[in-house]
């Protein structure tokens, strides 16, 4: 998910929904925003589609007025998949000394038990959010203003949270102490942006401030400036290191570094892990793009468009059911066979989650007249679910949770088939040593499959680790 937040500007939430449209890449099922003015109090809005479809009619923007509004674009990884307009946040809560809205970013992966426990002492759910829980959380507290019932609220919960959220005067933004998702702050005008990441801040001619630390909570009035706080017991940081790989957009700056460069370097490290005799590197548009640029630098093959994609699709994966997500590949990419026919191919993509994708565009570069097919892969095996805010299928739907390489390449059928190595992919993002096993620089149990936080509700379920 993307999350947005403004104080200081007049009509703050168009200035909320061009953030969202910037970060409309972080989940595109649906969007809301909540603004507040002094004379009006809360408003608010949420819809499904694309924030462009509807936070573009003035009749909308008009019903939210005021200096003060935050946004969210949702990506379904927990509670119910599909239409339900309840799930869409940000949420809202009454309490004694005013209302507040939250919009958050990340998994919890306690929310199961939280849930059950909340509802026996007396909480009403609105929605099949794990995100609910927090408001549920701060009604519960006794704290007397409300950025320290949200400390109180966030020390119970679990997982990854980028939070954004607003009282009547307050922009409030906090990130959990292993800092998982992104979040940063900018200067937009007199006022403040908290924002997802850093391209959001440029859509709305924000100055990019600082990234929010790990375990940092900013609460951000516009006359009284940022007031920077540490209210959990501090951690290691542990960055989820698939936002470099797939997840962030590629013009936004994470840890200092562009994510693009990032992206070219993986293709740097690929070919010289894993290089290949060929006559063409061609990427998997778009994910694939950066690194192929970077593997055909290295290589000294030539780089060419091979597949193009159609612009007016979403991405195939963030769909949430399975069936749209199958058909969803031959309506996004077509091949170029002009360019593809008699030459041995290597295909650049960012990952094999099921390996839909990677077979579709197999057969469709053999249809084309290619030679042969060869498979290099921006990021090691996806061989373990991500429970912190990234949609990964069950184990069992993971290719690379029952097969080697090997027989990835055979099932497949492709002449060959490499991923970066998670060394390589971590001397990528800048650590030249590669990666501490002892305590990895990042999160990346999707590859390693080990977790940084127990998976509470998961380990519940039966799940093994
Ligand atoms: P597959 O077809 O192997 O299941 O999916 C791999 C493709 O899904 C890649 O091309 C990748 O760009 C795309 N993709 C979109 N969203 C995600 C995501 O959240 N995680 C992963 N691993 N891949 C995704
Ligand atoms: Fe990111 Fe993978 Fe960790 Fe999920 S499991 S937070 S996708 S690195
Ligand atoms: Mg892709």
């Not at 909480?123 to 519960?140: G, K, P, V």
């Not at 800092?179 to 959001?200: H, I, M, N, Q, Y």
């Amino acid at each position: 998910c993307g999350v947005f937040g403004v104080v200081g500007v007049a009509d703050a939430a168009n200035f909320v929904a061009l953030g969202l449209h910037a970060l409309q890449h972080r989940g595109q099922e649906a969007g809301g925003i909540v603004s507040h003015c002094p004379e009006d109090g809360f408003n608010n809005a949420r819809r499904f589609g694309y924030v462009r479809d509807n936070f573009t009619s003035q009749s909308l923007m008009k019903t939210l007025p005021g200096p003060l509004a935050i946004g969210h674009v949702r990506y379904s990884t927990a509670g119910s998949k599909g239409a339900a307009i309840r799930d869409v946040q940000p949420f809202f809560g009454e309490f004694s000394m005013g209302g507040a809205a939250i919009a958050h970013n990340g998994n919890i992966t306690n929310a199961e038990a939280l849930r059950k426990e909340l509802i026996e002492r007396g909480s009403i759910f609105q929605s099949s959010s794990d995100s609910e829980c927090i408001i549920h959380l701060m009604a519960r507290s006794l704290q007397r203003n409300i950025p320290e019932r949200m400390e109180d609220a966030l020390r119970r919960v679990e997982g990854a949270f980028s939070v954004v959220a607003m009282t009547r005067t307050k922009l409030i933004g906090v990130r959990d102490p292993l800092g998982v998702r992104p979040l940063v702050l900018g200067k937009v005008g007199d006022g403040w942006a908290l924002s997802s990441e850093t391209c959001a801040l440029d859509i709305i001619g924000a100055e990019f401030v600082r990234e929010i630390e790990p375990g940092e909570m900013v609460v951000i009035t516009a006359e009284g400036g940022v007031e920077s706080l540490f209210p959990f017991r501090k951690q290691d940081s542990k960055f989820c290191i698939f936002e470099h790989v797939y997840f962030s957009r590629p013009d936004s700056i994470i840890g200092g570094r562009s994510v693009y460069e990032t992206r070219r370097q993986i293709g740097v490290e690929l070919a010289r892990e894993a290089p290949v005799e060929a006559d063409l590197v061609c990427p998997v548009p778009d994910s694939g793009t950066p690194a192929a640029i970077g593997f055909a630098a290295e290589s000294g093959i030539p780089f060419g468009l091979g597949i193009t994609r159609n612009q007016y699709m979403g991405r195939t994966f963030i769909e949430p059911t399975e069936q749209i997500r199958n058909m969803g590949v031959r309506l996004k990419l077509n091949v170029n066979r002009a360019l593809i026919k008699d030459k041995r191919v290597i295909l650049v993509d960012d990952s094999v989650v099921r390996g839909t994708t990677s077979r579709k565009i197999k057969e469709m570069i053999l249809d084309a007249g290619a030679k042969e097919v060869h498979f290099r892969i921006a990021s090691p095996p996806t061989a373990w679910p991500c429970f912190y805010g990234v949609d990964t299928p069950q184990r069992e739907k993971l290719l690379a949770a029952t097969m080697s390489e090997e027989e990835m390449c055979q099932h497949l059928a492709v002449d060959s088939l490499k991923f970066i190595s998670l060394n390589g992919l971590y001397r990528a993002v800048g650590e030249g040593d590669g990666r501490n096993s002892a305590c990895p620089q990042y999160c990346d149990a999707c590859f390693s499959g080990e977790y940084p936080v127990a998976p509470t509700d998961m380990l519940q379920k039966g799940f093994k680790l």
